[in-house]
Each structure stands twice: as C-alpha cells, then as structure tokens.
C-alpha cells in the first residue's frame, strides 16, 4: 500500500496521493452535505411536520430516512464531529467556540484532525462550502485565520464565520477570506442557496468530483423570515402547541418514524396548556416565523436540487440532510445584544432584542426566539432540547439520496447512527482513507463507522454512541441508553420499548448500569471530557 504524504500545504490535492489513484479507477460520486440549524426531529414533512418541506420529502421519496440518527447536542460540537468524523472533545472544541485552556476546550478545531473537506480534496475532489462554519474562536478579519475554511480544506468559502446573527445583515459575512457587508435585497438563507448553485455550475465544468458543504443558519433564532412565507403560514398554528405536538406525533406514526407504543412525552412542565397561554397572538407568530424559515429553506434546496438536474449531476451525487441538534428552547434576552445582535439595522432602525410579547418577531429590526413551548414541539415525541443528550436534544433528521446506488427509494433505516459516522461514509464512496498525518501533524483515528452498508441495504451492527455536553452525558449501546442530566444520577432505558425516555429502568437493572457507565467513564477519559463545573467556567 502506498503511503500517505507526511506533508500538506493547506488545501492542495497532494497528500493521500495513494487514495486518489485508488479511486481513479472508478467513477467517484459528488457529495452534497446539506446541514440545517437547530432543526428538530419533527419539523420535516417526511418526518410528521404540518411545515411544507417539499423538496427534502422528495429526497426522502428517492432516498432513505433514518430515524435513530444523532448529533453531539448543541452546533459548534456537531460540526466539529461532523467534519472530521472524531468526538469533539476530541477535535478542541467540546463546549464552544471559547478557550478553557483544556485540550478538549480550547474553542478551535484542532491539528490532531482531518476535516472531509482535507481529505476529499486530497483525493482530487473540488471542496466548497457556503454557509455557517463556527469552528473557531477567531472570527475578527485581522486575526488568525488557521481555523477558517479555506485553511481546512475548502477551496471556496462564503458564508459566515460567527455563530449566529442576523439574516438580513450578518454580521461576519465573509467571502473567502474576506469580510463583505449584505447588500440590496439580501437574506442569508436565500443567499446560501444561490450561492451553492453557483459553485455547483462552476465544478460542473471540470471533469472532477466535488464535495459541497452547505451549513444553513436556518431555522436557528433570531426569528427572520420573508413576508411572503410567513404568510403562509397565517393562522397555522391557532389550535396552540398541545394540538400540533399531537397532529405530528400521530402523523410520525403513521409514517413509521417512531413507533405506536411510545408514548407522546408530557408536555414541559414550565410551558402551560394553550387554553391558558397568554399571549397567543404572539406565540402563534413566533412559530409561523419559526415555519417560514424552514419552508424558505427547504426552498433553497430545491434550488440546489434543480441545479444538480441541469448541470445533469444529480444521478450520481450523494445528498446527505441533517440537523446539528433538536429544536431550542432559549429564550432571547434583551441582556443578549452584542456581537450577534447589531444595534441598528442597515436602515439605521434600533433593533429589539428579547423575546417581548408586545413585540411581533419576522422583521429585520426584531430579535427573538420562538422559546420552550414550541422547541417541544419540534422534538415530538421527545423530551428536552439542545444542550440535554436526552433524545430531544440529540435526535436528528437524516435524510440521504444516491440514486445511482440507492434503488429502494422511500425506505426508513432504523439502525442507530452518529454524525462521526459521516467522514468514514464520505472515505468510503470517495474511495479514500481517513489520513494519520496531515501537515506534520499526527491525526488521530476517525471514531465513525461508515452507513454504506445501510445505503446499499445490509445491516450494520453500530457499536456504542457516546455524548458530553456541559455535563450532560451519554451512552447507547444496542437498545440501552444510559443517560444524565448534569449533576444528576444515571437513568436507563431500553430503546426499543420506550425511545421517549419514560420508564427509568435503572433502578431494576444495576448490571447495565455499571457496565455502560464504567464504558462512558473510559470513553470520557480517552477523548479528553473533563468534568463540568458551571461556577467554574463561568469564571473565565
């Protein structure tokens, strides 16, 4: 076997020369990575949604849906995982974009891990990306840019550095390299789309294979939204979030997504029944902004969808659609404003932080969440949100559409999988291998599995799942999740009977419980979790 390279100029297709002879052989698909932003298990058509999603329900139509698909619970460390295949403490950025001077919390993607985009265009593909990145703690134009995309592996970025902002006017909106401010008619959903077409019609004119990483900022807060789409969704929500939770529950039956037996989780116990909400002309706003977002989204890619048709990619391109965690439950504060918030718009109008009832959220100059009660929601069936690792916060949408591979078009997979499992996927079509060195570096071994078995209709037999965040852990392992709230005991349940997490079974089954958390207490310690103490790290 040939060996891989030990040097890497950022970017260039040089290193794991050997992968890319190899798989000169053979036609190698393009790859389209779509993510959306903080999306719940619910919020899709094909998954039970009333939110019209006609182009990924298609996807699903022509592809597979998984249903027992994770993230690492918040964005920032499932993008790390995604991109790189490792756990995120694993890559430096086990919490967020901050440096706790700790290796697993330093706020940057690490040296000691490849990203897709690295080892694909070292295997001759094209590497673009448009959209969120949030993989490091530099985002200011005059410092460091060693994290940035094009220093990772993307020939062409645009999009934004920075966590989170304004659609109408990001903040970090950056081309390549550099800053560049919204102009005329601008969103930020919009503007991704059509940039991911266009650098699908730009790679179309090669004879190379292109890997396309899109990171919507979509549906995450602030509530921004076109007029047009909010609309259409006026009144859609006036039976209150008790109903819709129920609709959608009863639909993810019906389509197979979860299971009868499981049990609808109570509504949160901090959200009040509809009948007695206050506010319901506001609330109902908050969520047909929330739904607006996501159907302007969905748009987008059909969009991109339409491009791959035209340029005539579409047959032998893998499109691949998740989530980077559940639905979120935060509620914006007026205390928020700050980099993510500009005090004034592009017109020169205050903008309003906090989620005020008296103020209705959509417009430019507004900022505002849509909160708890319809996070819950977004996680039907589940309990809790981003952050927890209970399913709520952990359970995504995959969606995955080949159809020169993929014949069964239509069919759910019910085989647990992991957003780590995405770089040894994209290795494995690619016909390459997850590097050891990369810029004199030592990369440390890819912990995913690939899902080619599941594309190609055998089974997979996943071994254990592990999640960290900011105290909240994890282990699944077959059908038996272990699971804990920070600070608090271990809770076991059995992922067969009771995925919505009702029936603690730890009490009845010690055995399981010493044997799982002895596995999460190696699995901690190996990848550099260290224990959370939130006094501490607020302390910074």
């Known amino acids: 076997m040939l060996r891989t390279i030990a040097r890497l100029v950022v970017c260039s297709a040089v290193a794991l020369g050997v992968a890319a002879q190899s798989a000169a052989a053979a036609p190698r698909p393009n790859i389209i990575l779509i993510l959306a932003d903080d999306l719940g298990f619910s919020d899709l058509g094909c998954y039970g949604s009333e939110i019209l999603t006609p182009n990924v329900d298609d996807l699903a139509r022509a592809g597979l849906r998984f249903t027992q698909f994770y993230s690492a619970g918040r964005g920032c460390p499932s993008r790390a995982a995604l991109l790189t295949g490792r756990y995120p403490h694993q890559t430096g950025l086990g919490y967020l974009t901050e440096d706790w001077g700790r290796p697993g919390y330093r706020g940057n993607l690490n040296q000691e891990c490849a990203t897709i985009a690295q080892v694909l265009a070292a295997a001759g593909y094209q590497t673009m990306m448009v959209g969120k990145w949030q993989l490091t703690r530099h985002t200011g134009s005059g410092g460091p840019k060693h994290t940035w995309p094009l220093s990772r592996g993307f020939r062409k970025f645009y999009g934004t550095i920075h966590g989170a902002g304004s659609y109408f006017d990001p903040v970090t909106l950056t081309r390549d390299e550099q800053f560049v401010r919204a102009s005329g008619d601008f969103y930020y959903t919009d503007a991704i789309s059509e940039r ?205 559409c080949w159809p020169a591979v993929i014949r069964a078009g239509g069919e759910l997979i019910h085989e647990p999988g992991h957003v780590v499992d995405v770089m040894a996927t994209c290795c494995e079509v690619a016909g390459t291998r997850y590097p050891k060195q990369l810029g004199g570096y030592s990369i440390g071994p890819t912990e995913g599995e690939s899902l080619m078995p599941l594309l190609l209709g055998r089974p997979r037999q996943r071994g254990p799942i592990f999640w960290e965040h900011e105290g909240n852990r994890a282990v699944r392992e077959g059908k038996w999740k272990l699971v804990a709230r920070s600070g608090g005991p271990w809770e076991l349940y059995d992922m067969e009977t009771d995925r919505t997490e009702m029936n603690d079974l730890a009490e009845k089954n010690p055995g399981a419980v010493t044997f799982l958390a002895r596995s999460y207490d190696d699995w901690a310690k190996r990848v550099g979790v260290e224990a959370w103490d939130r006094s501490l790290w607020e302390q910074r």
């Open 196 to 400: 991911a077409a266009e650098y699908i019609e730009q790679a179309a004119r090669t004879d190379s294979p292109f890997f396309l990483y899109v990171a919507y900022t979509a549906p995450h807060w602030p509530l921004h939204a076109r007029p047009e789409d909010v609309a259409r969704y006026r009144g859609k929500y006036a039976i209150g979030w008790d109903a819709v939770r129920e609709q959608r529950h009863k639909r993810m039956i019906r389509l197979g997504v979860v299971r009868p037996e499981w049990p609808l989780a109570p509504r949160d116990s901090r959200v009040l029944a509809w009948f007695d909400a206050p506010y319901k002309p506001w609330h109902e706003r908050r969520m047909e902004v929330y739904a607006a977002q996501v159907d302007r989204m969905d748009q987008g890619i059909g969009r991109i969808l339409d491009k791959l048709r035209q340029v005539d990619r579409a047959e032998d391109t893998l499109v691949l659609f998740l989530s980077d965690n559940g639905g979120c439950g935060e509620e914006i504060m007026p205390s928020w404003q700050g980099l993510e918030f500009p005090e004034k718009t592009r017109a020169g109008h205050a903008v309003q932080v906090g989620n005020n009832p008296n103020v209705l959220p959509g417009t430019e100059d507004t900022y505002q969440s849509y909160g708890v009660p319809w996070a819950n929601v977004s996680n039907t069936p589940f309990r809790l949100y981003k952050h927890w690792v209970h399913e709520g916060g952990i359970a995504t949408p995959l969606v995955v």
